[in-house]
């Protein structure tokens, strides 16, 4: 007798995270989303922050996700909800302590995404020696466009890196400015995790950030990799 897949389940567990593949019926199955922060020199001198010090991991939840061509939340408690341009790779393999020299074999692809930040959030919350996610983790805070296979575009070390909000430039820089560069993104957090497939890891943005409004439309692109649309939606009452 055919049993329902939910009876194991106090209530249906949520569905699965994914994004669409270029030139692919299947879609890639998202798990963690791992990112970089203070990555690009520039930014860190217009944020205030010490450029000596080395680059640092948070995470988002898969569920934060937002499709390309979407419409996001502006979102509750902000007055200063801010872009961040990113570069994401997505991986198809993982382990501990992955040599820098073999990181390259275990991404799948690379894609378009924004962290989106409650910048005021965020201040307060580092003024205060707490930690970020209310800034950082909040629902739809990491719209994310389609994975373009490494197979087809090649590992990305430069490249010109976009960002337009209504059409004027907010952000214009090259990839070949990371500080930490992708091989070494991937070997310094495998220190720390076990990556796996799924996992993806957003390397940091360049300067320019800034903030949007309700109505406004980011379009972000990346050399090889097409571009991001994003509309800004009505704030979470």
């Given amino acids: 007798m055919p049993t329902d897949a939910c009876s194991d389940y106090l209530f249906p567990p949520p569905h699965p995270v994914s994004l669409p593949i270029v030139g692919q019926p299947q879609r890639f199955p998202v798990r963690r989303i791992f990112c970089v922060g203070r990555n690009y020199l520039e930014h860190i001198r217009e944020l205030g922050n010490d450029e000596k010090q080395p680059p640092v991991f948070f995470m ?17 408690l902000t007055e200063n909800l801010h872009y961040e341009l990113e570069l994401a790779l ?86 070949d400015m990371l500080i930490w560069k992708i091989p070494q993104i991937v070997a310094e957090l495998s220190r720390y995790f076990e990556l796996q497939a799924g996992d993806l890891i957003l390397t940091g943005t360049p300067k320019g950030v800034g903030p949007v409004l309700p109505g406004d439309v980011m379009e972000g692109s990346i050399d090889r990799l097409g571009s991001l649309n994003i509309t800004v939606g009505p704030r979470v009452a």
Wanted: hydrophobic content about 30%; charged content about 20%.
């Fill in 60 to 76: 988002k939840p898969a569920q934060t996700i937002v499709q390309d061509g979407s419409t996001m939340a502006y979102g509750t």
């Fill in 90 to 175: 997505a991986l198809q393999s993982g382990g501990y302590n992955i040599d820098e020299g073999k990181a390259l074999q275990h991404i799948y692809g690379y894609a378009i995404a924004l962290d989106m930040t409650k910048r005021d959030i965020q201040d307060k919350l580092k003024k205060h020696g707490h930690p970020w996610e209310a800034g950082k983790s909040f629902d739809a805070s990491c719209p994310c466009g389609p994975i373009h296979p490494a197979q087809a575009v090649g590992h990305l070390e430069s490249g010109r890196i976009c960002l337009k909000v209504n059409g004027e430039i907010r952000q214009d820089s090259n990839l």
